[in-house]
């Protein structure tokens, strides 16, 4: 299983909303991973959304650059926050990829977890 440890940057290039959503990421808060293909200045944008689907800012590009074309082969990439955004420093996020019957009962536990912290 590969793993990455990046950042998630620039939620004000997204929208207000997502400042909102970046300020309030949580340690071990899931995150997925929406390709923007037509990012006029990074081919490989991938914005990281919580599990609701509110986008909360790009994931550094470069591990955008290694993960965006196996997004885009289909191959499903699953993250999460490893530490939240404090004072200078970006939010730490972890992502990995596993078999496809692994990814699935993960994503799944991921999105549960994340509604159960929202109800």
């Keep these: ?20 959503e970046y300020r309030a990421l949580a340690t071990g808060q899931p995150l997925v991973l929406v390709r923007e293909r037509d990012n006029p200045v ?3 944008a991938i914005i990281a959304s919580t599990a609701l ?19 885009d082969a289909g ?5 999460k926050v490893l530490a939240p955004a404090k004072a200078m420093h970006y939010p730490r996020v972890v992502l990995w990829k596993e078999p496809l019957r692994a990814q699935m009962r993960e994503a799944m536990e991921l999105v549960q977890d994340e509604m159960r912290r929202r109800a």
């Design 1 to 20: 299983m590969r793993r990455i440890e990046t950042e998630v940057r620039g939620p004000g290039l997204l929208s207000p909303m997502a400042r909102v």
């Design 42 to 44: 990074d081919p490989n």
């Design 53 to 71: 689907l509110q986008p909360c800012g790009y994931i550094a590009k470069e591990a955008a650059a290694i993960v965006a074309p196996e997004l």
């Design 75 to 79: 191959i499903i990439w699953l993250a």
